[in-house]
């Protein structure tokens, strides 16, 4: 609903200001509420780095697309592309996350709230249109809950891709299984073939080898991770184990929420409980976790709708 309205009165414009103002001026949305309070004063991003992004289009509705867990922004441009060409009011934002990609490394002892701080404030220095909503796939749909939670002036609704607000079994995460075999990996090889081989020789498919190579750069004649391991060992645990439902709950925010037919991700019991606090839940057939490469075009179709 926050969404319809929002492209219904698109024609009366938005104002963008420089990131220094701190303020979005904002007529539309949740703005109309009141004014805003500005972003570093609410959850103290002039402590956090600039995040490496990208933009594409230039309409009034603003959109950020959070990738997920070992990703990068790039995983989505296909999408943010395809959602444009059907509808160019969008004015897409797909960075990387903190500790991901090209962006900077993790902080130390970062939470989802660290994230979503980092977050708000590259949309807010891209120009991006405010209120924004946040479509975030596996991690970066936390992260969009995390967002929705720290600043719910400034999020016009959430879309979640195959991810929910409960806790996680780390015995059902892909990722962690992934992320184990990754801890379990050299620090740095002779070449790019010698760690594919390790990887391959670990049980990873080619293709989910081939992407995860995508976190490998090389250096001084070496190939070595880009990325700390570490760090996001400690941010998986702490982005799986935490309880979203009071997110869900308080309905500051919409919520909106793509299921994989073939995923365990979003259990039945949560999606359920989901559509019981008001929350639209689409079941995507026969796709599994990656519903944006499975079943693009059904999802391009149900957000477009939103």
């Known amino acids: 609903m926050a969404r319809a309205m929002l492209a219904e009165r698109a024609d009366l414009g938005r104002s963008r200001i420089g990131c220094s103002d701190g303020i979005i001026a904002n007529g539309l949305g949740r703005a109309i509420m009141g004014a805003l309070v500005p972003l570093p004063t609410v959850i103290g991003l002039n402590q956090h780095p600039m995040l490496a992004s990208t933009t594409l289009g230039q309409g009034p509705l603003g959109t950020v697309l959070l990738h997920g867990f070992l990703g990068s922004g790039k995983n989505l441009r296909t999408l943010a592309q395809k959602w444009l060409d059907r509808d160019p009011r969008q004015c897409f934002l797909l960075p990387d996350l903190l500790g991901h990609g090209e962006s900077p490394p993790l902080p130390t002892d970062a939470t989802l709230n660290t994230m979503a701080a980092a977050v708000l404030q590259a949309a807010l220095d891209a120009g991006i249109p405010f209120p924004v909503q946040i479509v975030g796939h596996s991690l970066g749909g936390r992260i969009a809950l995390a967002c929705a939670r720290v600043a719910p002036e400034r999020v016009a609704d959430v879309v979640l891709l195959d991810i929910g607000p409960g806790p996680i079994d780390p ?4 990722s962690r299984q992934v992320l184990d075999v990754m801890l379990r990996a050299p620090a740095e090889t002779a070449d790019r073939k010698e760690m594919r081989g390790f990887l391959l020789s670990e049980g990873i498919s080619p293709a989910l080898s081939d992407w995860i190579l995508m976190n490998v750069r090389p250096e001084n004649g070496r190939y070595r991770w880009r990325i700390d391991r570490q760090a996001l060992d400690a941010l998986h645990t702490t982005f799986t184990s935490e309880d979203l439902w009071p997110v869900i709950e308080a309905q500051e925010v919409p919520v909106h929420c793509a299921v994989g037919e073939r995923s365990g991700y979003v259990p039945p019991a949560e999606a359920q409980r989901l559509r019981k606090l008001g929350c639209d839940v689409h079941v995507l057939a026969n ?10 075009e059904p999802l391009l179709q149900w957000l477009v709708s939103l």
Do not use: C, T, W
């Open 171 to 174: 015995q059902k995460s892909e």
């Open 287 to 296: 796709a599994g976790h990656y519903i944006h490469v499975d079943a693009l």
